[in-house]
Structure formats: C-alpha cells, structure tokens
Nanobody
C-alpha cells in the first residue's frame, strides 16, 4: 500500500521557519522525483519545489526561491522542505508528491497534506 505522510505543519509567525517532512512507503522511493506543492484558500494547487530521484537536481518556484530548501534522504525514504522567512502569503496546505516518469506514462502519488499557517 502506497503512503505519503506529511508532518511538521503548524502555526508560525511571519519571519519564522518550519521544516516539513514526508515519509514514504509502498514504492521504491529512490526511483521517484519528489515535490512539494501547496494550495492556498481559493487558489489552485501550485508547485513549490521539486527534487530529482537522486537529489542532484532541484527546482523552485520563484515565490519561494532563496527561502525554501528541498532535500531528501533515500535511506530514510523521506523528503523535507525547510521554509525560512515565512510570510502570510505562504499560508497554505502543503502536499507531498511522488512521480516516476515512464515511457508509457507516469506513476504519481499524493500525500494528504499538512496545514501551514503564517500569522501574528
């Protein structure tokens, strides 16, 4: 059974930091690119950061570049998102995503999401 379980969300003041974790099970974690998406109230889900299967390649949305860092530990089957200098605009539900691109299509899995609220 495939599972992606996010943790680490919560309430933080503007300017603060949080680190999200996403633990994976039920698939070969090291074969999958991992991403963090987020969805704010009334907005579409958007990609925040992506990391390649081996961890060498990373991509960030312009809105988080320089403030967020994505990392992974394939031995622990976990992907992290370290978020610094948080603003109210970062308030959203954050989702973990796993994707493996194959010739005949993609395998893709989602976590259930964790709420991040930035407020004073």
């Amino acid at each position: 059974q495939v599972q992606l379980v996010e943790s680490g969300g919560g309430l933080v003041q503007p300017g603060g930091s949080l680190t999200l974790s996403c633990g994976a099970s039920g698939f070969t974690f090291s074969n999958y690119a991992m991403s963090w998406y987020r969805q704010a109230p009334g907005k579409e889900r958007e990609l925040g950061a992506r990391i390649s299967s081996a961890g060498a390649g990373k991509n960030y949305a312009d809105s988080v570049k320089g403030r967020f860092t994505i990392s992974r530990d394939n031995t622990k089957k976990t992907v992290y998102l370290t978020m610094n200098s948080l603003t109210t605009e970062d308030t959203a539900v954050y989702y973990c995503n796993a994707r493996q691109s194959l010739g005949g299509g993609d395998n893709e899995y989602w976590g259930q999401g964790t709420q991040v609220t930035v407020s004073s």
